[in-house]
């Protein structure tokens, strides 16, 4: 991704600041309104106590105090968000990679296939898939009816601690198809002759997976990792529906988007909420920073 | 052969929920092959009214609405943003263009809470317009984003010829630009459509009056009002809810992936 406008032949041209502005308006105009000013907005009410019935009462770190030293429930919240998050990243990142692989074999039907694919991505952030997941994965649902077919008892594994967490990781990695098109779109940009130098030299598949495929992908593993953490902190709707609000059974699905809609919009406590929200920026800001930093290492950009 | 059985597996479920919501709601809890063994509409009949006085004729007609107005939104405010950012020099272009970046990274959490205060104190709680108001605004920088990068690859001898034989930059945009980005403008009112007719969270804060209701907020009603025990007409309902998501991927698969490998690639 470039990093900001290039200029074609740095020839000089007349400027056309008003007529550019006029065209930009609507945007500016979310951007100020809606997103910017905002933004400034929480971190002002972050250091608030608020509840959206008296003005807010200027509290200063007490909101951040609190949720180090005296919420349990943040904690879990952070704690499981983690979980979520570095089990369903990296096997989204395997599975696409892997099918992606497959696929680029040029096998008949390949469209197919990948549309096929594709279609989990479209459907698996609605409610209605939640839905089908709690009853799926409930005591009386599909998969332990399965599972009897084979004498084997199945739980309710959206009633247990121990598994709940685990069917809202299978219906994000569920939805890998995206990353897969990304994927195929990638390998499909890697030079043919660099594989058959490489068979010439005698290189194995393998050898050709981690010389060639890998190093050239990089950039492409890149954008989907960072983009896979970014959204996979923001799940909300499958762990609300199919936790029915609560944060299911021991707070195990208690995801980060969902604690903080508890305590902003059930609990009305907006100041609360508000510096939850900043935690999280600073931390989605961190990791991106950190896969920047460890990007000079490994992603291979081509020129 | 292995290729199969990961699809099969992998659609299962949803194929699943399809046959099911034809079946009594007795069997559903037995059979677990795709095709019922009984046909019977009746679970479509229970579930059309999740509770009385409110059908999901209505809900559909609230979620169709609020996309239509969000896909016109958004395509109208991004193409123009995209135009000034891919073809015009102007003051603070790539300051402007680098803050547009940045926000597609933002987490939507950050805002939420701010953006509730503010349409709160505009009165627009039980109307629609937290949910299309942004899309007016292009708020969504991705899309934005999307759509630079297909106009930077329209070659520009094409406007520039225009510009000296005297046209504005407004009859460049309408007469040039816009019709030939048709396919990037098709991918993102798509991707609008499918975000605005699944999104949740939206809907669940504004709007508190049934009668107000999307079709999601419609499921979680009914979920909420039946103690998931009515997994028949759930079922139906969930299922109705996705075919527009069906309808589109059939006829759009195309623009839809190459849209989502665009965004991947430089």
New interface residues.
């Given amino acids: 991704?470039?990093?900001?406008?290039r200029h074609?032949g740095a020839k000089p041209?007349?400027?056309?600041?008003r007529?550019?502005?006029l065209?930009?308006?609507?945007?500016?105009?979310?951007?100020v309104?809606?997103?910017v000013?905002?933004?400034l907005?929480?971190l002002g009410?972050s250091f608030t106590h608020y509840d959206?019935l008296s003005a807010p009462s200027w509290t200063g770190l007490t909101n951040y105090r609190r949720m180090i030293a005296g919420d349990p429930s943040f904690l879990q919240s952070l704690v499981v968000t983690v979980l979520y998050v570095a089990i369903s990243v990296p096997s989204v990142l395997v599975i696409s990679l892997a099918?992606a692989l497959?696929?680029n074999r040029g096998?008949r039907g390949l469209?197919l296939?990948?549309?096929?694919?594709?279609?989990?991505s479209?459907?698996g952030?609605?409610?209605?898939?939640a839905?089908?997941?709690?009853?799926?994965f409930?005591i009386?649902g599909?998969l332990n009816?399965?599972l009897a077919?084979v004498h084997i008892t199945g739980q309710s594994w959206i009633g247990s601690p121990g598994t709940a967490l685990y069917t809202l990781v299978l219906l994000n990695v569920?939805q890998f198809g995206?990353t897969m098109?990304?994927f195929?779109?990638?390998l499909r940009?890697i030079p043919q002759d660099l594989y058959e130098a490489a068979a010439v030299d005698g290189a194995r598949r393998w050898r050709q997976l981690l010389q060639i495929t890998i190093p050239m992908l990089s950039?492409?593993i890149f954008?989907?990792t960072v983009l896979g953490l970014?959204r996979a902190?923001?799940v909300?709707?499958s762990a609300?529906?199919i936790s029915?609000g609560t944060g299911g059974p021991a707070d195990s699905m208690l995801l980060?988007?969902l604690y903080?809609?508890q305590q902003?919009?059930v609990n009305y406590d907006?100041g609360y909420?508000?510096a939850?929200?900043?935690v999280?920026?600073v931390m989605?800001a961190v990791l991106?920073g950190a896969a920047f930093l460890s990007a000079r290492f490994w992603v291979h950009y081509a020129d | 052969m292995l290729?199969i059985a990961?699809?099969v597996a992998?659609?299962y479920?949803?194929l699943?929920?399809v046959g099911a919501s034809f079946e009594p709601s007795a069997q559903i809890?037995?059979n677990?092959g795709l095709l019922p063994k009984v046909w019977t509409f009746a679970n479509y009949q229970r579930g059309w009214y999740p509770m009385q006085n409110l059908s999901f004729s209505r809900l559909f007609a609230n979620s169709l609405i609020i996309a239509c107005v969000a896909v016109l939104g958004n395509v109208?405010?991004?193409t123009?943003?995209a135009?000034?950012?891919a073809r015009?020099?102007?003051?603070l272009?790539?300051t402007?263009?680098?803050?547009?970046?940045l926000?597609i990274?933002?987490?939507?959490?950050?805002?939420?809470?701010?953006?509730?205060?503010?349409f709160?104190r505009f009165g627009w709680l039980n109307t629609y317009l937290p949910l299309v108001?942004?899309r007016?605004?292009?708020?969504d920088g991705f899309f934005?984003f999307l759509m630079v990068q297909f106009i930077r690859g329209l070659p520009?001898e094409i406007d520039e010829a225009a510009i000296i034989d005297g046209c504005?930059?407004?009859q460049v945009?309408l007469r040039i630009v816009v019709p030939l980005s048709m396919p990037a403008m098709a991918t993102t009112g798509i991707f609008t459509f499918?975000n605005s007719?699944?999104d949740?969270?939206g809907p669940?804060?504004y709007l508190t009056k049934p009668v107000m209701y999307t079709?999601?907020l419609g499921?979680?009603l009914f979920?909420?009002l039946n103690e998931?025990s009515q997994?028949g007409p759930?079922?139906a309902m969930?299922?109705l809810?996705?075919v527009p998501?069906f309808v589109?991927?059939l006829f759009f698969?195309?623009l839809?992936?190459e849209g989502?490998?665009?965004?991947?690639?430089?």
């Fill in positions: 991704m470039p990093a900001g406008p074609p041209r007349r400027r056309d600041d007529i550019a502005y065209f930009l308006a609507p945007w500016l105009l979310g951007l309104g809606i997103t000013g905002p933004l907005a929480s009410l959206l099918l497959v696929l096998l469209t296939y990948r549309g096929l694919f594709y279609l989990p479209l459907l952030g609605s409610v209605a898939l839905v089908l997941w709690r009853q799926v409930g009386d599909m009816h399965v077919l569920w995206a098109i990304i195929l779109a990638g940009q950039p492409v954008f989907n970014i902190f923001q909300f709707t609300y529906v029915n980060y988007a903080l809609y902003g919009f907006m909420a508000a939850m929200a900043w999280l920026v989605i991106t | 290729l990961l699809l992998t659609l479920p949803v699943w929920m809890f037995v677990v109208c405010s991004c123009m943003a135009y000034a950012f015009l020099q102007f003051r272009r790539g402007l263009f680098a803050i547009m970046l926000t990274m933002l987490p939507y959490q950050v805002l939420i809470i701010p953006q509730y205060i503010l709160l108001v942004p007016l605004l292009a708020v934005v520009r504005g930059h407004w945009f499918i007719w699944n949740f969270l669940l804060l079709v999601p499921l979680n979920l909420d998931a997994w759930l079922f969930s299922a809810s996705l998501i589109i991927f698969e195309r839809l992936t989502i490998a665009t965004t991947g690639i430089k």
